[in-house]
């Protein structure tokens, strides 16, 4: 199964993609998608699809830079190009920047599509079956060990000929040996911002040389994937066990802090030698090295994966605890409300140990929340208005700090928004308030009540409402109400309770009260007065 990307900024076209044909049927799975180059690459890092299928034209970088980044390390992946027919230029650049076809948007919908992925699956196949040509391209026997684990992952550890044959071709053994997994990640202990992006790279491969001089001291063979600061080995050995792999590891920290001021975690395996156990025990790994999820201010860390566990609350009981605080916080412009509360949730993640995709569950559905609560404030605001790219986001964060500084990033701008907004259109707000009254008046409804629909502190409402109009709410309210009571006691026969009850208050006396005040009558007074008017 040949896994695909999809890179397009508009919704409806990445859904019709995903959804034109039967991908699996034809040999296909989409994996991932993306709503622009720079994402998509993130996800082409994360996933190393088989095949991308890319629009053009995007916001941030585009499609042509994608497939240039791309090609500078990955000659094998089959790019597509989405284009109109007025935008051939564009698809000839793409063509020569390594692009391998391009697709008419024109075509999504017809059976084109379907014979294009299919004489792309036979190449592949053909490509895939022929080693020789797939391993002349690979630069180096690292690039190949890389390229031989991806295989494998692929094929869910199903060893057959082929890759029993390219392990043995770099030295690998499968048998009379033994395994284990190790995830490593790199751990800064300084703030990276001091480094540039070709800094931190050189450094990370310096790393990794570390970590191979290591394995090749105490004859371990690897092979291995990488992830921008994190590093999957699969090991083999005669010799292999739990104490040689502490050894190695805990040298490979020592070294690092050494040279580089920055520390390792690590999550290994049992040593294990049935070859049938390698799917098994690669799908619980992967489950519990999400424990480096918590781990990125520790000076370093390494323990086997059996010590792990993770707790499993329920989403809804997250919501509950902490969606209306945190939205109460951003409504009343509070940013340290807000700093505690992620402090208060971040704590509570990381000592209770929670399952980082239930954190990542969590955070996306209190984006979404954010966004339904206060859509009328960042609708026109390009730069925080993509619900989408922050959930992505969240998706591909390799630690819970990165989580908190997006939702902390994003939270300050809304209230800045919120701010902006609030001092230039305060009378758009009220207005909104006015209209919901109007809706709502004869319900029980307060000035908390409005506040609360609109976002709004009780506070800067009660302020806004009395400037605008002059009058605070209760009165607004009041006039409303016993306006409408008055209509009733002039156009129906009811009782007095049935009136007062209607015109939306619950109190016979309070109700009496408030008609006196601001008609100046009794109920009475007033029914009689206009009865008497009527006969005359």
């Known amino acids: 199964m040949y896994k695909v990307l999809i890179v397009d900024d508009e919704l409806l076209v990445r859904v019709g993609l995903k959804t034109t044909i039967d991908w699996e049927a034809n040999g296909f799975k989409v994996v991932a998608e993306a709503s622009n180059g720079e994402q998509g690459y993130e996800q082409y890092k994360k996933h190393m699809p088989d095949v991308i299928i890319t629009d053009i034209k995007m916001p941030k970088k585009d499609g042509l830079w994608l497939v240039e980044e791309v090609r500078k390390e990955d000659h094998h992946a089959k790019i597509l190009v989405l284009t109109c027919y007025d935008e051939f230029s564009y698809?000839?650049?793409?063509?020569?920047?390594?692009?391998?076809?391009?697709?008419?948007?024109?075509?999504?919908?017809?059976?084109?599509?379907?014979?294009t992925m299919q004489a792309l699956k036979k190449k592949m196949d053909i490509d895939h079956k022929n080693k020789d040509i797939k391993d002349k391209v690979l630069t180096s026997k690292n690039d190949i060990k890389r390229s031989i684990f991806t295989d494998m992952i692929k094929s869910s550890f199903q060893i057959d000929a082929n890759l029993t044959e390219r392990c043995a071709g770099i030295e690998f053994p499968l048998v009379n040996t033994k395994f284990a997994f190790a995830s490593i990640?790199?751990?800064?202990?300084?703030?990276?911002?001091?480094?540039?992006?070709?800094?931190?790279?050189?450094?990370?491969?310096?790393?990794?040389?570390?970590?191979?001089?290591?394995?090749?001291?105490?004859?371990?063979?690897?092979?291995?994937?990488?992830?921008?600061?994190?590093?999957?080995?699969?090991?083999?050995?005669?010799?292999?066990?739990?104490?040689?792999?502490?050894?190695?590891?805990?040298?490979?920290?020592?070294?690092?802090?050494?040279?580089?001021?920055?520390?390792?975690?690590?999550?290994?395996?049992?040593?294990?030698?049935?070859?049938?156990?390698?799917?098994?025990?690669?799908?619980?790994?992967?489950?519990?090295?999400?424990?480096?999820?918590?781990?990125?201010?520790?000076?370093?860390?390494?323990?086997?994966?059996?010590?792990?566990?993770?707790?499993?609350?329920?989403?809804?009981?997250?919501?509950?605890?902490?969606?209306?605080?945190?939205?109460?916080?951003?409504?009343?412009?509070?940013?340290?409300?807000a700093k505690e509360l992620l402090h208060e949730m971040s704590c509570y993640f990381e000592q209770s140990n929670v399952?980082?995709?239930?954190?990542?569950?969590?955070?996306?559905?209190?984006?979404?929340?954010?966004?339904?609560?206060?859509?009328?404030?960042?609708?026109?605001?390009?730069?925080?208005?993509?619900?989408?790219?922050?959930?992505?986001?969240?998706?591909?964060?390799?630690?819970?700090?990165?989580?908190?500084?997006?939702?902390?990033?994003?939270?300050?701008?809304?209230?800045?928004?919120?701010?902006?907004?609030?001092?230039?259109?305060?009378?758009?707000?009220?207005?909104?308030?006015?209209?919901?009254?109007?809706?709502?008046?004869?319900?029980?409804?307060?000035?908390?009540?409005?506040?609360?629909?609109?976002h709004l502190s009780k506070n800067y409402l009660c302020n806004a409402f009395k400037k605008a109009t002059g009058e605070n709410m209760s009165l607004y309210i009041n006039k409303l109400r016993i306006e409408k009571a008055k209509r009733l006691l002039v156009e129906s026969d009811g009782r007095i309770k049935e009136i007062f009850e209607e015109a939306g208050y619950s109190n016979q006396q309070y109700f009496s009260k408030v008609f006196k005040k601001i008609t100046g009558m009794t109920v009475m007074e007033y029914k009689e007065s206009k009865n008497l008017k009527n006969k005359n």
Not at 245 to 251: A, E, T, V
Request: hydrophobic residues 40%.
């Open 91 to 115: 698809a000839r650049k793409a063509l020569k920047v390594g692009a391998d076809d391009y697709i008419l948007k024109s075509e999504i919908e017809d059976e084109d599509l379907v014979a």
């Open 185 to 337: 990640a790199i751990n800064d202990t300084l703030d990276e911002m001091h480094l540039e992006r070709n800094q931190i790279k050189q450094r990370n491969h310096a790393i990794r040389n570390i970590l191979l001089d290591l394995y090749a001291e105490r004859s371990v063979d690897y092979i291995y994937s990488h992830q921008t600061k994190r590093y999957v080995f699969f090991l083999s050995s005669q010799t292999l066990n739990e104490t040689e792999l502490k050894r190695i590891f805990s040298n490979a920290i020592n070294s690092v802090r050494q040279y580089f001021d920055c520390s390792l975690n690590v999550v290994y395996t049992d040593v294990f030698d049935d070859m049938q156990k390698t799917l098994g025990v690669y799908k619980t790994f992967i489950e519990k090295a999400q424990v480096l999820f918590y781990k990125y201010e520790t000076s370093y860390f390494i323990t086997n994966m059996n010590s792990i566990s993770f707790s499993e609350p329920k989403v809804f009981n997250l919501e509950k605890e902490y969606n209306k605080l945190f939205i109460e916080a951003i409504g009343q412009e509070s940013l340290d409300r």
């Open 355 to 454: 399952n980082p995709m239930i954190v990542k569950i969590f955070t996306a559905k209190l984006i979404g929340d954010i966004f339904s609560s206060y859509g009328l404030f960042i609708e026109n605001n390009q730069e925080i208005n993509n619900n989408e790219y922050y959930h992505q986001q969240i998706e591909i964060s390799e630690n819970l700090r990165g989580i908190m500084y997006l939702l902390m990033d994003f939270t300050s701008k809304v209230i800045i928004v919120i701010q902006q907004m609030r001092y230039t259109n305060s009378k758009l707000l009220i207005n909104r308030a006015l209209h919901y009254i109007d809706q709502h008046y004869d319900e029980k409804i307060s000035l908390e009540d409005v506040a609360q629909k609109l």
